[in-house]
């Protein structure tokens, strides 16, 4: 029998699928992304996993997150609640931002895993399941579970200097929600799932000397990874397995990375500049900055804490723009240098995106609960939504660029 083809969706390079020892994983021979691994029972398993989360995630937004003891009063606070109060301040924004990558995408990834899971585990296919493939999909990357629970972490070691600080049900229930995600998703096998939805389909199978699908006239769709023939000079088309849009290269890749790249560099300065809160007390008024809250964590001894936020949200949007840029322009240059480091670097962008919404996060919880009336009380400033910007547009821009434009110069030079 002759192996499937697959196509890496990095550099596009053809390839035979090979069977996999269980726990293995299978990466592309030449940019070296990882292409599938076999992973044994990963349904029961990552639907185990979903169903876990959704309990937890339940109780995580029916309690408080963290309370402040002041003079025998305890202020509480969920995560909802919060994200109330940043939108009684006025800054909408700010929390539709925070409302979505802690609440609404989470939640819509569980709801899609368990309904397409549920049936497969019964033998059943499930009904819709191409619209909550591409859903599951689409809403992945912005659920951001992980980032906040760091940064309730570092809203604790802030608010420890204001008032006693009494820990929620809901901060424990949201990092189990974090791991049992994390499980699922490391569980859950896209390609085990369409078998058993449409398992008369497989991907498209043709003898080629070309080395890349889109050098064979062949479609890759990044949702389901079904390789798919194109129809004779046609540049778009829809996958038939999914329904998902097919091209052979992201529309205007270069010009959408680039419009995204430099509303992200013009927010970067107002984002550090201005001050991200505003602290009103009976000692004045205080403006912060990112970099002031640095140096708060630094001078107060949790330097741990200092560095970390200081790497996730300075150094990291930074070097975000600056690895953008290169790949940017050095793909519009059609440079053949280094495709491999090229590739890793977009590869790095691509993950560390999330991690700059830490701040994001500690800015909210200091929000909900540090509201004194005239004793203090603290209002996120013009930079949080500055800053929130530069996170969604960077990550925007590296969702808009292809990898595959890195490795076509070369294409085209060994031509």
């Known amino acids: 029998m002759i192996a499937r083809l697959i196509a890496c969706h990095e550099c596009d390079l053809l390839q035979r699928e090979t069977a996999l020892r269980i726990g293995g994983s299978a ?96 033998n059943r296919v499930p009904r819709g399941g191409r619209a909550a493939f591409r859903a599951l999909h689409a809403v992945r990357p912005w659920g951001m579970t992980e980032v906040l629970i760091l940064g309730f972490l570092v809203a604790l070691v802030k608010l420890a200097a204001i008032a006693k600080v009494v820990p929620g049900l809901s901060l424990f229930a949201f990092g189990a929600v974090m791991l049992l995600i994390s499980g699922a998703s490391a569980s859950f096998d896209p ?46 088309g829809r996958c038939p397995r999914c329904h998902s849009m097919l091209h052979f290269r992201k529309p205007n890749s270069i010009s959408r990375t680039w419009a995204l790249l430099i509303a992200a560099m013009v927010l970067y300065i107002p984002a550090n500049v201005l001050p991200v809160m505003n602290t009103s007390s009976l000692f004045g008024v205080e403006k912060d900055t990112i970099m002031s809250g640095v140096a708060y964590l630094w001078t107060s001894g949790s330097w741990p804490l200092a560095v970390l936020v200081f790497i996730a949200s300075i150094a990291v ?32 962008v691509e993950f560390v995106g999330r991690w700059s919404m830490l701040d994001i996060y500690v800015i909210t919880v200091l929000v909900a609960l540090v509201q004194f009336n005239a004793l203090a009380t603290i209002h996120a400033g013009a930079a949080a939504i500055a800053f929130g910007a530069v996170v969604v547009l960077t990550m925007l821009a590296a969702m808009a660029f292809d990898p595959r434009l890195i490795w076509d110069a070369a294409e085209d030079d060994h031509a």
Not at 95 to 113: D, K, Q
Not at 205 to 222: E, M, P, Q, R, S
Not at 329 to 339: C, D, E, F, V, Y
């Open 317 to 348: 949007p930074m070097l975000k723009i600056i690895a953008l840029t290169l790949l940017v322009l050095s793909t519009q240059m059609r440079a053949r240098w280094l495709p491999v480091r090229r590739t890793r670097i977009y590869r790095i």
């Open 27 to 122: 990466r592309c021979a030449r940019c070296g992304a990882q292409l599938y691994r076999n992973r044994p029972d990963g349904l029961n398993r990552a639907l185990a996993c979903t169903l876990g989360g959704l309990v937890m995630f339940g109780i995580a937004n029916a309690f408080p997150i963290v309370g402040l003891d002041v003079s025998g009063n305890l202020v509480e606070t969920t995560l909802l609640g919060a994200v109330k109060m940043l939108y009684s301040q006025g800054v909408w924004p700010l929390a539709g931002l925070v409302l979505a990558t802690s609440f609404l995408m989470p939640l819509a990834e569980m709801c899609a895993m368990v309904y397409l899971l549920l049936p497969l585990t019964m």
């Open 191 to 236: 390609r085990v799932a369409w078998a058993r939805i449409e398992p008369r389909r497989s991907s498209f199978d043709l003898n080629v000397h070309a080395k890349t699908a889109a050098k064979a006239g062949l479609f890759v769709c990044h949702d389901c990874a079904l390789i798919s023939k194109a129809s004779p000079h046609a540049h778009a």
